[in-house]
């Protein structure tokens, strides 16, 4: 049913359902990389899944400005996404896997770049990947969603982009060849549409060859690992959207974090009740004259009445 709005109140005596969102999609898995046959060989870390956020004057990924809120209707069912992280690559000169696509009605959050191995570029994605030592190029991010990852250098792999920055290069070899090391992944950014403020979306750190073991992006993103001190790499955190680390594949078995799942916050008058679907998993709160519902799993539909 169409209602007719007169000062911000319906014929049926409510305010619009006017729905302010924070969509993140899941992170990328970070890459291993071939250390022990090739010196230098290093994995990129995963970028993160794509930021879109309708909340105040919040940025959304990439520097964008906020998007616009949803103006839905009770009664009415909507889909809702959460996506999964990608997986890290396991063992020697694999590719992290994208991450998944977070949806809610008719918008969409891209999934996070895979961080790359050897000689190969980063994935594009909400947030571009990291791409492989020696010289991988770095993934692209999606416009106003996140940023490019980083590159690749001999001895560390480009860090993933996150939503407020690109991933960082490495440091190549010096003279003395001890200094090498990945790039740091990029950072997220923070999001007050629950109530508190809360940074999501970081980009994995590269992995290295030497000296640093480099930490992901702020807002979960998982750290790169160091070959000659056996440090391992980090997955991204669950429901930040944040890129998994990467590996450098020094020794078999090793393996690249994997990418954090999304997320899918929802704000609307508390006039409102919002009705989830079986398939899905969340939780709802009041803050002021608002309900907010943080949708942390799951796919199925939405509906308010």
Sequence with gaps: ?????????????????????????????????????????????????????AYASETSGGGAATETPLILTAGVSYTVTVGGGGAGGVGV????????NSVLATITSTGGGRGSTTLTAGGSGGSGG???????????????????GGTGVQGGGGGGGGANAVGGTGQGYNVVGLSAHGGVGGNG????????????????????????????????GGRGSRSNSYISATSGTTNTGSGGGGDDGY??????????????VLRYPDVYTITLG???????????????????????????S
């Design 93 to 100: 000169s694999v590719n992290g896997t994208q991450g998944s």
């Design 130 to 148: 990291g791409g492989g030592g020696p010289n991988g190029g770095s993934g692209a991010g999606t416009s106003g969603q996140g940023k490019n």
């Design 251 to 264: 020794a078999l078995g090793r393996n690249a974090g994997s990418g954090g799942s999304g997320l899918v």
């Design 1 to 53: 049913m169409r209602l007719s709005t007169i000062a911000g109140i319906t014929s049926a005596g409510r305010v619009p359902l006017e729905v302010a969102y924070l969509v993140i999609a899941g992170g990328g898995g970070g890459a291993t990389g071939n250390t022990g046959a090739s010196w230098g060989a290093q994995g990129g870390g995963g970028g993160a899944g794509g930021y879109r956020n």
């Design 189 to 220: 950014l923070a999001s007050s549409i629950t109530g508190s403020s809360v940074t999501r979306a970081g980009g994995g750190g590269g992995s290295s060859e030497f000296v640093y073991a480099q930490p992901g992006g702020s807002g979960g």
């Design 278 to 304: 079986a398939g899905l998993t969340g939780t709802t709160t009041t803050d002021g004259t608002d309900k907010v519902t943080t949708i942390t799993a799951g796919s199925d539909n939405v509906s308010w």
